[in-house]
């Protein structure tokens, strides 16, 4: 069965960084585009990262609210894939959830983890 | 940015009803929407992709077409278990955008 497990939220104040994680199973990772989409308390979807595959050179790409303070990475070896957050705001506070995508985006979805940036 | 118009975002039905969601994005889009649920407390889960086809597990009383440039989730004999929030999504260029939903629930 599928399952991808986010893993390392927490509370951090702003300007502080963190690094969330996510483990995947069940399906062939290396073959599978990886994202990361949040969702702010009581609010809807936003697309964060996207990171490709090998053959597509691990391409990246980010929402603009992110760009420049946010790095996507992946680790086939061990299908993991990360999310490097730097200089982290109050309005980055959500739950964070990793998804892959085999024949579009979202196709699985892990139970999120949450991250508050407060002071 | 394609904008994706999302409505309602309300929408009180009864069970055993048929109810349809629409989505109009700002652009061509082609069939590249995809439709969630999402349950309080859970993760999005897939329900629809190009447009109109049904993902793995997902019963066939939910369907999606496209009429002109608005795409709509239809359900058929509302079901308790189908009272969530569904959000479309396209994927046709990034960055990728979600509407804004539309919160179904028991009239």
């Known amino acids: 069965a599928v399952q991808v497990v986010e893993s390392g939220g927490g509370l951090v104040q702003p300007k502080e960084s963190l690094k969330i994680s996510c483990a995947a199973s069940?399906?062939?990772?290396?073959?599978?585009?990886m994202y990361w989409v949040r969702q702010a308390p009581g609010k809807g979807l936003e697309w964060v990262a996207r990171?490709?595959?090998?053959?597509?050179?691990?391409?990246?790409y980010y929402a603009d609210s992110v760009k420049g303070r946010f790095t996507i990475s992946r680790d086939d070896s061990k299908s993991m894939v990360y999310l490097q957050m730097d200089n982290l705001k109050t309005e980055d506070t959500a739950m964070y959830y990793c998804?892959?995508?085999?024949?579009?985006?979202?196709?699985?979805w892990g139970q999120g983890v949450m991250v508050t940036v407060s002071s | 940015d394609i904008q994706m118009t999302q409505s309602p975002s309300s929408l009180p039905a009864s069970l055993g009803d048929r109810v349809t969601i629409t989505c109009r994005p700002s652009?061509?889009?082609?069939?590249?929407i995809r439709w969630f649920q999402q349950k309080p407390g859970k993760s999005p889960r897939l329900m629809i992709y190009?447009?109109?086809n049904l993902a793995n597990g997902v019963p066939s009383r939910f369907s999606g077409s496209r009429s002109g440039s608005d795409y709509s989730l239809t359900i058929n004999r509302l079901e308790s278990e189908d009272m969530a929030i569904y959000y479309c999504?396209?994927?046709?260029?990034?960055?990728?955008?979600f509407g804004s939903g539309t919160k179904l629930e028991i009239k």
């Open positions: 998804t892959a995508g085999y024949s579009g985006p979202f196709d699985y």
């Open positions: 069940g399906f062939t990772f290396s073959n599978a585009a």
């Open positions: 990171i490709r595959t090998k053959p597509k050179k691990y391409a990246t």
């Open positions: 652009q061509d889009i082609g069939i590249y």
């Open positions: 190009g447009a109109t």
């Open positions: 999504l396209q994927h046709n260029d990034y960055p990728l955008t």
